[in-house]
């Protein structure tokens, strides 16, 4: 005789579990779907074992089973991250946190309405690229900017509406690729520009561009190489020299600078990253660079320059497609703000992060391993190297402490799954079978729950033995 045929029916199981749950908060028909979902399941499974299962399973297993698959239904499934890596702009991770005073923006504009596009003086139709231009202005030295939804979006508009059947001419070794689907080469196929590379892998100058030029040459792009570095026999053409053979031939110069940043890097240790107003300062007609990488800020592409180009790049029909919403804009002009007043260094938590000196992180990492101690765990204060990342400052380090967690040989993998599993997850690294919190990527309000978290998470696994 079948187990199958001591299933219960999809009606009995949806009974069961508005028993044995307060599943009234949920349409019935959800409930109805997980009920028949896990009896499909179950089923499959039983035909699978082929004789070898005696019984189906008792009906408070598949009530339960239906549980799991409601909970996991109706929860988000994009949620917090504690960032215990020590990789400040960490992609995978959602990149910059926001200062307060952007979070408070970006709430204030979602509550209700907004002048987006309306101009409150006047009573009329206005734009919404009016609220970062002049912000943007005053802190790069640029005529005019505009934001859109990403950097790879602000390239390719620029592209799109400077260069479409045209040539853009790229140095041989700024042909690169820079991280999941932005190749150079293939941006510029995909938006119907024609690249021109000159020079070589290691050098380029600045003849190598001017006698590439012709009477269809549309840019010069330079791109910064954000994540990695030439070393050795290299010569890059600067900025100045591609500007100056640009104004001499009337073609724009296009400094793609990926993070981009307002502040020095160098006070850290740190190399330096392009600045863009120095990019300004140097006769780029347009920079483009991330609003969620060195910024600090929502992800956004900014593109400062030209005013008569920023124009053109409007009026074309993909910046609409392009264009970003109003709580990225709130977001980036408070992040903007913050540079404004000369607060960036404090308020912005990406630069509160590089900017953490060795002390305080000290003092916290004690206190986390003072707690885990007591909670019987084996752990331990530690120097480590944090990273900026965000493909910037490729190989940089930025020295810092930490705690290691030894859960004994063999378990840190699944110490480190049970504690991205729960919630709040926290992400931490793994090196020679410990886990390792880098406490500098760690905001410090999350303390209190990343201790709760690896304490909960170590009784759970329980004293693997020795
Ligand atoms: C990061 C980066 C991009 C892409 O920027 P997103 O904001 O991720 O779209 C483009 N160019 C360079 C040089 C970069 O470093």
Not at 120 to 134: E, N, W
Not at 211 to 222: F, G, H, M, S, Y
Not at 289 to 294: A, I, N, Q
Not at 355 to 371: D, N, S, V, W, Y
């Amino acid at each position: 005789m079948t187990p199958l045929r001591n299933l219960p029916s999809v009606d009995k199981l949806v009974q069961a579990v508005q028993r044995a749950t307060d599943t009234d908060s949920l349409p019935r028909a959800l409930v109805v779907q997980a009920a028949r979902t896990e009896l499909d399941a179950t089923r499959a499974q039983l035909q699978a074992a082929n004789g070898a299962a005696t019984a189906a399973p008792p009906l408070e297993a598949l009530v339960q089973q239906v549980q799991q698959r409601l909970e996991a239904l109706t929860a988000p499934s994009l949620r917090p991250v504690i960032n215990a890596t020590g990789v400040i702009i960490q992609t995978n991770l959602g990149r910059a946190p926001l200062s307060a005073a952007a979070r408070a923006a970006m709430q204030a504009v979602s509550l209700g309405y907004s002048n987006l596009e309306y101009d409150l003086a006047a009573g009329t139709r206005g734009s919404r690229t009016v609220h970062l231009s002049g912000i943007v202005q005053q802190l790069t030295g640029a005529e005019a900017a505009l934001a859109v939804n990403n950097n790879a979006a602000a390239v390719y508009l620029v592209l799109l509406a400077l260069a479409v059947g045209r040539e853009v001419i790229v140095s041989r070794g700024q042909a690169v690729e820079i991280g999941g689907g932005f190749r150079i080469p293939d941006v510029l196929r995909q938006s119907g520009a024609l690249l021109v590379e000159v020079g070589t892998t290691n050098r380029t100058y600045p003849r190598d561009y001017e006698q590439a030029i012709n009477a269809n040459t549309a840019l010069l792009l330079r791109v910064h190489t954000s994540n990695f570095r030439l070393v050795g026999f290299v010569h890059e053409t600067s900025l100045e020299a591609m500007a100056a053979v640009g104004r001499k031939h009337g073609i724009p110069v296009l400094d793609d600078l990926g993070s981009g940043s307002l502040l020095p890097t160098t006070p850290y240790g740190l190399a330096p990253e392009p600045l863009v107003q120095e990019s300004i300062a140097a006769g780029a007609d347009l920079v483009t660079f991330s609003g969620d990488k060195l910024l600090g800020g929502p992800q956004a592409g900014i593109i400062a320059g030209r005013a008569d180009l920023i124009e053109r790049l409007k009026k074309h029909p993909l910046a609409r497609a392009l264009r970003v919403d109003k709580t990225t804009i709130a977001g980036l002009e408070a992040t903007l703000q913050a540079y404004l007043r000369g607060q960036a260094l404090t308020e912005i938590p990406v630069w509160q992060m590089i900017g953490m000196p060795l002390a305080p992180l000290h003092q916290r990492a004690t206190a986390l391993a003072a707690q885990w101690q007591a909670a019987g765990i084996v752990a331990q204060v530690t120097t480590c190297a944090s990273a900026v990342g965000g493909g910037s400052l490729p190989g940089e380090t930025l020295p810092s402490v930490g705690v290691t967690v030894d859960p004994g040989a063999g378990h840190a993998n699944r110490l480190a799954q049970a504690l991205r599993m729960g919630a709040p997850a926290v992400v931490a690294r793994i090196a020679d079978d410990n886990l390792l919190f880098d406490v500098r990527t760690v905001l410090p309000e999350q303390d209190a729950a990343l201790a709760q978290r690896v304490a909960d998470v170590w009784q759970m696994i329980g004293k693997p033995a020795p």
